[in-house]
């Protein structure tokens, strides 16, 4: 009998173990998208605590099961990994995969499926500082105009990727600062050798930031500490 009585309270007590760690588990949805609006299809989701793999639909979503304090890790061929740190009330997790620099890169994203629509990647022009030299630039005007074939910048500091839509209504283009929309009358603060990457969407792949991308969209992204 009291052989019989421990086995039953060692399995309560796995059961019990069993509906705690259940318990502690929780599924989160999640998007992987490059350059803030495209989908990135395929990529991969690598859970860190159960070692699990999935992969983004068409749409660039996925579910996936983690753990208290997990980290996924997403990566696709041609961009960039990114690490994401999960908190313990998280639900949905936004990742923007960074396109690695070159052409190659942009291949890669197209020949693999990553990116469904190759018209909206080719709409993205990109530079970054590991291209080339932005310090022989006197301004960010200067370097704009000189290295994106067909985007203008009017005496104002307008910047005019799609052309003079209206005579009444302006046609210059949204900037967007570290992820911040600011007035272009900052970018003359702003030295070009404190620039990490400029990338100029039009078409589609602005639609993201609704009537204010309609004219275009310029996102700029500063150096920070640890950048060299």
Do not use: W
């Amino acid at each position: 009998m009291k052989i019989n009585f421990l086995k039953l309270i060692v399995i309560g007590l796995f059961v019990v173990l069993g509906v705690q760690v259940k318990a502690q588990s929780q599924m989160i949805r999640g998007v992987v998208t490059t350059f803030d609006s495209i989908a990135v299809i395929g990529a991969e989701i690598i859970v860190k605590s159960t070692k699990e793999v999935i992969k983004s639909d068409t749409l660039g979503r996925f579910t996936v099961k983690v753990n208290p304090g997990d980290q996924l890790r997403v990566q696709a061929k041609g961009f960039t990994s990114e690490k994401v740190k999960l908190e313990d009330n998280t639900k949905l997790v936004a990742v923007n995969l960074k396109l690695k620099p070159g052409e190659k890169s942009k291949e890669y994203a197209i020949g693999y499926g990553y990116v469904k629509d190759a018209e909206k990647l080719n709409a993205v022009a990109q530079l970054t500082s590991k291209q080339m030299d932005f310090s022989q630039y006197s301004d960010i005007y200067d370097l704009i105009r000189g290295r994106f074939a067909g985007v203008q910048v009017q005496s104002n500091g307008d910047i005019i990727i799609r052309g003079v839509n209206s005579i009444n209504l302006s046609s210059a283009a949204l900037i967007v600062l570290d992820g911040i929309t600011v007035d272009q009358s900052v970018l003359s603060s702003i030295s070009p050798t404190n620039v990490k990457s400029i990338n100029i969407l039009k078409d589609g792949s602005s639609a993201i930031y609704g009537a204010r991308g309609a004219n275009g969209v310029v996102l700029i992204e500063t150096k920070r500490g640890d950048d060299e």
